[in-house]
């Protein structure tokens, strides 16, 4: 009696598919997320900078906030779109740029900080030349002269290296020449907190950088900021790693999500085409 040949097995119907409906729905919906966070960073930046003045959208372009977040937000808003659209369309090319972007973005970030921390003493030189920067170019960005307010209240600090930067601004410079009323002062966020004080008194760093150190410091924080920011960055590094990780982490998971899709896009379209070759062929 003849042995009977078996019949090689069907192909997978055309209503099976490889892409997991969660992998596909998970990115999409982590990227829309993103995306409106950064159109919303957008709209909050050009609001932000259409308050500015005319002259001030040019005297201090490099540190505006402003400029900063709409770049971060154009940014995060085309990295995101790639991604949903990408994953909504099962589309490989969107998939793949989305995916090598953020790891460009994950390696920087990463080589930065070990950078940093290889180098100190240039990333200080760099901190010190941006706040250089800043106290120059005070009076001329309100954004900016809210930021380092803040930054001078919370750290308890006051200039660069110390009080007496101030002189690099035009208002505030201590020669004898400058014809400014708050010739030779100090900011009010450099002043020392009295909790029983109800009113700030603005001019209280008035005349303080013609004062000693240990005069002034009766008065205001003669310390500056960056040795403050160093002191407060070795203070703090297991908060710091915690936010880094939780930058990181979303970019790792869309990395990862995006390659799980993309396999499963490969092998549902080699999967068509085997349906298609075999399509006519009798044994199946």
């Known amino acids: 009696m003849a042995k009977r040949v078996a019949a090689p097995a069907r192909p997978l119907g055309d209503d099976f598919s490889f892409v997991s409906p969660v992998a596909k729905y998970v990115l999409f919906f982590f990227n ?3 995306w409106v966070i950064a159109m919303v960073m957008v709209a909050v930046g050009v609001y932000a900078r259409l308050l500015k003045h005319a002259e001030a959208a040019v005297a201090c372009l490099a540190v505006d906030p402003a400029i900063l977040l709409i770049m971060v ?3 995060t808003f085309l990295i995101t779109f790639c991604g949903c659209v990408g994953s909504l369309r099962e589309n490989i090319c969107l998939l793949q740029l989305f995916s090598v972007c953020l790891t460009i973005i994950f390696l920087l970030q990463l080589a930065a900080g070990v950078l940093g921390f290889v180098f100190s003493d240039e990333a200080r030189g760099k901190v010190s030349e941006i706040i250089n920067g800043a106290i120059v170019h005070y009076r001329d960005d309100l954004d900016l002269q809210n930021l380092i307010d803040f930054g001078q209240k919370e750290f308890s600090c006051c200039g660069g290296v110390s009080y007496k930067d101030w002189s690099q601004n035009m208002y505030f410079n201590c020669t004898a020449t400058n014809p400014s009323r708050e010739r030779c002062s100090v900011p009010f966020s450099c002043c020392l907190h009295d909790p029983d004080q109800a009113v700030i008194n603005t001019m209280c760093g008035h005349g303080m950088q013609a004062r000693g ?5 009766a008065f ?4 500056g ?3 403050k920011l160093v002191n407060w960055t070795h203070s703090n590094l297991f908060l710091l790693g915690c936010i880094t990780l939780g930058l990181a982490l979303p970019q790792l998971v869309g990395i990862v999500l995006a390659q799980l899709l993309i396999n499963q896009i490969r092998d549902q379209i080699k999967l068509q085409l085997y349906n298609q070759q075999h399509r006519a062929d009798p044994w199946y």
Not at 213 to 217: D, G, I, P, T
Not at 220 to 223: E, G
């Open 73 to 75: 937000g154009i940014l």
């Open 220 to 223: 205001i924080h003669t310390n």
């Open 32 to 34: 829309l997320l993103f």
């Open 213 to 217: 150190y240990l005069e002034a410091s």
């Open 225 to 227: 900021c960056i040795d």
